[in-house]
Each structure stands twice: as C-alpha cells, then as structure tokens.
C-alpha cells in the first residue's frame, strides 16, 4: 500500500523558513523521483521542486529559485521541502508526489500540508 | 515555458452526461501530458498520463485523447463521485505546468 505522510506546515511569519516533510512507504523510494506542487487558495496547482530519484539532481520553478532546497533521506524513505524567507504569496497548500524514474507525471501524492504566511 | 490553456473553468452536467474538458498547448509536447482530479481534503489522482493511457483502478468512463497540442478529456456517464476538479499537466519539459483547472460541478 503506497503512503506518502506528510508533516510540517502551519502558521509563519513573513521572512521566517520552513521545513515540509513527506514519509513514503509501498513503493521504490530509490527508483522515484519526487516533486513538491503546490496550490495557494483559489488558484491553480504550480510544480515547484523536483529531486532525481539518485537525489543528485535537482530543478526549482524560477518564481522560488534561490528560497527552495529540496532533500531526499534514503535511510528513511522521506523527501524534504525547506523554504527560506517566506513571503506572503507563499500561503498554500503543498504537495509531495513521486514520478517513477524516466516518467514526469505523478503517479502518487501526499495529502498536502497547508503553509499560512502571515504576520 | 509551455504555457496551458484549459477549458472550461467551470462545466455544470448532471449524473449520467458525458462531459469534454480541453487543454491546449503553447508547443508542441507529443503525449507527454497527464490528468488529475482533486477533491477537497484528499490526496490528488492521477487519471490519466501519456494523453491517453489510464491510470490503474481508474474507471473506464475516463478517456484522454490528443497529441501535440491540443488534449481532451472525456468522463462518459458521470457519476456523484466524479464532481471535482480537474487539472491537465505537462510534463514535456521543465518546468512542469498546469492548465487553470476545471470546476465539475452538479447542475
């Protein structure tokens, strides 16, 4: 059974950072690529992070570059999310979703932790 | 950066209508498109991936077409469980995007 658990999440202050933390189990973590997507409130999804499945590449949305670092864990089968200087049109709920290596769609996703950017 | 039209935003149907919900690409992207639902509080799901292969456990009623530019997604005999929203992405090249979504709603 695929799980992807995630944590982390909540009510920030602007210029603050934050961690996101998705647990996954059920399937080939070191055959996975994962993603990070997210979706602020009454808009669209926006992809935001990609790291390869060898977690030796990465790839950020140019509206983040520079305020993301997405990490993977082998030892604990989880992939990371921090977030630096966070701003307010950071507000939104963000998902991890895995693509099996060599596919670009999302096959299996978190059910989302909800970022509040507020002052 | 491929930019993605979608439409409608909003499509109201009844159970039983057979619906069409369009993406169109600013290029070219072959078949390297996916569709998703998403329904509030739960996980998003893959629907279909490769324009028109479909996912496993998805209903049969779900039908993607389309290549290169221009994609559809058809739901024949909707169900309650099928009002949603759906999203079509591209994964042809980076950075992966969405169109603007589809609001399936009860008439």
């Known amino acids: 059974q695929v799980q992807l658990v995630q944590s982390g999440g909540g009510v920030m202050q602007p210029g603050r950072s934050l961690r996101l933390s998705c647990a996954t189990s059920?399937?080939?973590?070191?055959?996975?690529?994962m993603h990070w997507v997210r979706q602020s409130p009454g808009k669209g999804l926006e992809w935001v992070a990609l790291?390869?499945?060898?977690?030796?590449?990465?790839y950020y949305a140019d509206s983040l570059r520079g305020r993301l670092t997405v990490s993977k864990d082998f030892s604990s089968n989880s992939v990371f999310l921090h977030v630096a200087s966070l701003r307010l049109e950071d507000t939104a709920t963000y998902y991890c979703?895995?693509?099996?290596?060599?596919?670009?769609?999302?096959?299996?996703w978190g059910h989302g932790s909800v970022v509040i950017v507020a002052s | 950066v491929i930019r993605m039209t979608q439409s409608p935003s909003l499509l109201s149907a009844s159970t039983g209508d057979r619906i069409y919900i369009s993406c169109r690409m600013s290029q070219d992207i072959t078949t390297h498109l996916a569709w998703y639902q998403l329904k509030p509080g739960e996980a998003p799901k893959l629907l279909i991936y490769a324009a028109s292969a479909l996912q496993r456990g998805v209903p049969s009623r779900f039908n993607g077409s389309g290549s290169g530019t221009d994609f559809t997604l058809t739901i024949s005999c909707l169900q309650s469980e099928d009002f949603a929203t759906y999203y079509c992405q591209q994964y042809h090249s980076l950075p992966y995007t969405f169109g603007q979504g589809t609001n399936l709603e009860i008439k």
């Open positions: 979703a895995r693509s099996a290596a060599g596919f670009n769609f999302f096959d299996f």
């Open positions: 059920g399937f080939n973590f070191m055959n996975s690529a």
């Open positions: 790291i390869s499945y060898h977690g030796r590449t990465t």
